[in-house]
């Protein structure tokens, strides 16, 4: 995929001009309250409040309810392939994983620490990218504050553990993907074009990013 057609996808699926074959669908509106408690189990490893200490699990907290939703969809469908995840998710109903996804939607995300030495290199990639290498800014996605797009699923990862998203972009480099709709197609192309050096800045520069609001979800637009 050309970086041309990796920039114009990312444009029309920010602009919501693309639908995600495999997306929850929005008209499911997920309940926080009756969330709180199916979400119980997800504390062990994520944190009651959807901060995890262990940083090979990613923060939940303040992450888009429909975004929560559509990657437990995956994980039950083993389209996002993971055994102890799916363990959990087959479990559970459309409506159930919408509620999980409400409930951690309302808390707050603890702020994280990008290591200053890979700063200038993390920032040039988040808000300019590198055209030499086809790698297009990261905040055309994500949000200059690393909150993404609720509209076009695009995740919030702002605060984010750099290690999980380090492993991610590894992930995506050696050709994992998350489905095979034009959303799930995307990082995975952006990805290959970064550097081990590239990896890790960007991913301890989106660490750094924070939030002082928890991320409205798309269903509440």
């Given at each position: 995929m050309s970086f041309r057609r990796v920039v114009a996808l990312a444009g029309l699926l920010a602009a919501g001009s693309i639908q995600a074959e495999t997306a929850a669908p929005h008209a499911v509106a997920g309940?926080?309250?009756?969330?709180?408690?199916?979400?119980?189990?997800?504390?062990a490893c994520h944190g009651s409040d959807g901060n995890s200490t262990d940083k090979q699990y990613p923060k939940l907290a303040g992450q888009q309810a429909d975004y929560i939703a559509r990657q437990l969809a995956l994980f039950k469908s083993s389209a996002r392939n993971n055994p102890i995840m799916l363990g959990f998710a087959s479990t559970l109903s459309d409506q159930d994983m919408h509620d999980v996804g409400a409930f951690f939607a309302t808390k707050q995300a603890t702020p994280g620490n990008g290591d200053q030495a890979l700063?200038?290199?993390?920032?040039?990639?988040?808000?300019?990218?590198?055209?030499?290498?086809?790698?297009?800014?990261?905040?055309?996605c994500h949000g200059p504050s690393g909150r993404g797009n609720p509209g076009s699923g695009y995740p919030q990862i702002a605060g984010q553990w750099t290690d999980y998203v380090v492993v991610k972009l590894k992930d995506w480099q050696n050709?994992?993907?998350?489905?095979?709709?034009d959303r799930a197609k995307?990082?995975?192309?952006?990805?290959?074009?970064?550097?081990?050096?590239?990896?890790?800045?960007?991913?301890?520069?989106?660490?750094?990013?924070?939030?002082?609001?928890?991320?409205a979800t798309a269903s509440a637009q």
């Open positions: 309940d926080a309250k009756a969330g709180e408690a199916k979400a119980a189990a997800c504390g700063k200038a290199r993390g920032e040039q990639l988040w808000r300019s990218g590198d055209v030499k290498r086809g790698v297009p800014a990261c905040m055309s050709g994992t993907t998350w489905g095979e709709d995307i990082m995975p192309e952006i990805a290959k074009r970064l550097s081990e050096q590239d990896v890790n800045a960007v991913a301890s520069y989106a660490e750094g990013l924070h939030t002082s609001k928890p991320v």
